[in-house]
């Protein structure tokens, strides 16, 4: 058994919401604790509890927040999505982590998927972690629009310069859908993302299928794989043969130059690995990469 608690905590102009697992019946000794955010717009509500509930079965705190701007988290505008925020949103993340007594400040594991998988990379090459997990992992801006077709790309770019134009202005963010169909202008819109994305919803929990237009250069410009080669405790890259979003061959070329790397292929799209017997294979494999690397 395990208890969730709602907490918060202090990230540059605001705070962020989150979810502290703990384990029942631990003793005194503070906890091994892992981070853990998600993808593009995406909030925790989105799978991450099963992924958490998962880690505190095994004995692990687990700390799973919301990015500002975004789900229970405050921050203005909404839907506000900056690649520079939501990396030190994690930082303030390990930080608060690092400062409860009932965690151990030496044995902080980080999780990320999708995007936030390019972020724990750069996390973890640039502050000392025991150990990382990143799961279909961003890693390169360009290999990813180019899997977009190239009209949506030059909509979606349209959209971006309105965006940035109008903030400069003080206008309300211009929006661009984050989930589309093929053909339509979003920032998705391969075949599986509508059933795949919006299907990790759960009914009755408020979710904006879109934000500010301005990421899309974020986006194109970020190269998270690069820092790999410089992340030197243990890396878990699992890379999804069939990813649409975050192009297989490039991820795992990236995620290969890491010192103490491991990556896994799996056969599935990249929305597949978040339920049924996909998510099964990578919880699995992530418990005992956790237990190798943040013993209990």
Same mark, same amino acid.
């Given at each position: 058994?395990?208890?969730?608690?709602?907490?918060?905590?202090?990230?540059?102009?605001?705070?962020?919401?989150?979810?502290?697992?703990?384990?029942?019946?631990?003793?005194?000794?503070?906890?091994?604790?892992?981070?853990?955010?998600?993808?593009?717009?995406?909030?925790?509500?989105?799978?991450?509890?099963?992924?958490?509930?998962?880690?505190?079965?095994?004995?692990?705190?687990?700390?799973?927040?919301?990015?500002?701007?975004?789900?229970?988290?405050?921050?203005?505008?909404?839907?506000?999505?900056?690649?520079?925020?939501?990396?030190?949103?994690?930082?303030?993340?390990?930080?608060?982590?690092?400062?409860?007594?009932?965690?151990?400040?030496?044995?902080?594991?980080?999780?990320?998927?999708?995007?936030?998988?390019?972020?724990?990379?750069?996390?973890?090459?640039?502050?000392?972690?025991?150990?990382?997990?990143?799961?279909?992992?961003?890693?390169?801006?360009?290999?990813?629009? =180019?899997?977009?077709?190239?009209?949506?790309?030059?909509?979606?770019?349209?959209?971006?310069?309105?965006?940035?134009?109008?903030?400069?202005?003080?206008?309300?963010?211009?929006?661009?859908?984050?989930?589309?169909?093929?053909?339509?202008?979003?920032?998705?819109?391969?075949?599986?993302?509508?059933?795949?994305?919006?299907?990790?919803?759960?009914?009755?929990?408020?979710?904006?299928?879109?934000?500010?237009?301005?990421?899309?250069?974020?986006?194109?410009?970020?190269?998270?794989?690069?820092?790999?080669?410089?992340?030197?405790?243990?890396?878990?890259?699992?890379?999804?043969?069939?990813?649409?979003?975050?192009?297989?061959?490039?991820?795992?070329?990236?995620?290969?130059?890491?010192?103490?790397?491991?990556?896994?292929?799996?056969?599935?799209?990249?929305?597949?690995?978040?339920?049924?017997?996909?998510?099964?294979?990578?919880?699995?494999?992530?418990?005992?990469?956790?237990?190798?690397?943040?013993? =209990?």
């Amino acid at each position: 058994m395990t208890t969730r608690t709602d907490v918060t905590f202090p990230s540059g102009d605001s705070e962020c919401a989150a979810w502290l697992y703990l384990p029942d019946g631990t003793g005194p000794d503070p906890l091994p604790v892992v981070v853990m955010a998600h993808g593009l717009g995406a909030i925790r509500e989105m799978r991450l509890d099963a992924f958490a509930e998962r880690f505190a079965a095994a004995g692990y705190a687990v700390l799973v927040f919301d990015y500002r701007h975004f789900g229970a988290s405050a921050g203005e505008p909404r839907q506000l999505l900056s690649v520079k925020r939501q990396r030190e949103d994690w930082k303030a993340a390990i930080t608060y982590a690092r400062g409860r007594e009932d965690l151990d400040p030496r044995r902080v594991a980080l999780w990320g998927s999708s995007f936030a998988g390019g972020h724990v990379i750069v996390t973890a090459a640039e502050l000392p972690v025991a150990a990382a997990i990143a799961q279909c992992p961003f890693t390169d801006g360009i290999s990813s629009t =180019l899997a977009i077709p190239p009209l949506t790309s030059v909509k979606v770019t349209l959209r971006a310069l309105r965006d940035v134009v109008g903030a400069r202005l003080g206008r309300e963010p211009v929006m661009v859908p984050l989930a589309g169909r093929p053909g339509e202008t979003a920032l998705m819109s391969a075949p599986d993302v509508v059933p795949g994305y919006l299907g990790l919803v759960p009914e009755g929990v408020p979710f904006r299928n879109e934000v500010a237009a301005r990421v899309a250069f974020d986006i194109l410009a970020a190269r998270p794989g690069a820092q790999a080669s410089r992340v030197t405790c243990p890396l878990l890259v699992q890379v999804c043969d069939d990813d649409t979003v975050a192009p297989a061959s490039r991820t795992a070329r990236l995620a290969a130059k890491a010192p103490l790397g491991e990556v896994s292929r799996h056969a599935c799209g990249h929305f597949d690995i978040y339920d049924g017997p996909d998510f099964e294979r990578v919880v699995d494999e992530q418990v005992a990469f956790l237990k190798r690397h943040v013993p =209990l």
